[in-house]
């Protein structure tokens, strides 16, 4: 929310994350092998619960969508992270320097982090980590 006296909007940094392929967790190409397995090698004077299975491609399909969404919000994010750090160009900005003291400056330009590296603004020649910035101001 904007500041009234000084028309300033504090600026949050997120760090994006990235998911981790966990190898005992199932894959897609896994899970229709195993039901087309069970399909195929089923007793036919027992045949395999259907209820059950149409339960498990449901559960499944909805995993399926839920990763689909992950990825949309995490390229929403990263577009966000994006705009963020372009509006700071040419802002007068707050930060806690080296030495833990406040220091103000402009921001000349913002180079944006990965998953490994964090965002860095350029203030008035100096690095400054995104984290660090705790006020952004009109210049």
């Known amino acids: 929310m904007p500041d009234a006296v ?3 909007a504090p600026v949050a940094t997120n760090t994006a994350t990235t998911t981790v392929d966990r190898g005992d967790q199932m894959g897609k190409d ?3 092998r195993l039901l087309v397995a069970q399909m195929k090698f089923q007793d036919p004077s027992n045949p395999a619960d259907t209820n059950q299975m149409m339960s498990q491609t ?10 689909e969404i992950a990825k949309q919000n995490a ?7 994006s705009s963020s750090a372009g ?3 040419g802002q007068t900005v707050t930060y806690t320097d080296d030495s833990g003291a406040a220091a103000t ?3 000349s330009s ?9 965002a860095v ?17 009109k210049a």
């Not at 559960?59 to 839920?66: I, Y």
């Open 6 to 8: 000084s028309g300033a």
């Open 30 to 32: 896994t899970f229709l």
């Open 58 to 67: 449901a559960t499944f399909t909805q995993v399926e969508k839920l990763q």
């Open 75 to 81: 390229s929403m994010l990263a577009l966000q992270r």
């Open 87 to 89: 509006a700071m160009v």
């Open 105 to 107: 400056g402009v921001v």
């Open 110 to 118: 913002v180079r944006l982090g990965s998953d490994k590296v964090e």
């Open 121 to 137: 603004a350029t203030v008035d020649g100096r690095q400054v980590p995104l984290g660090r910035i705790t006020h952004v101001g």
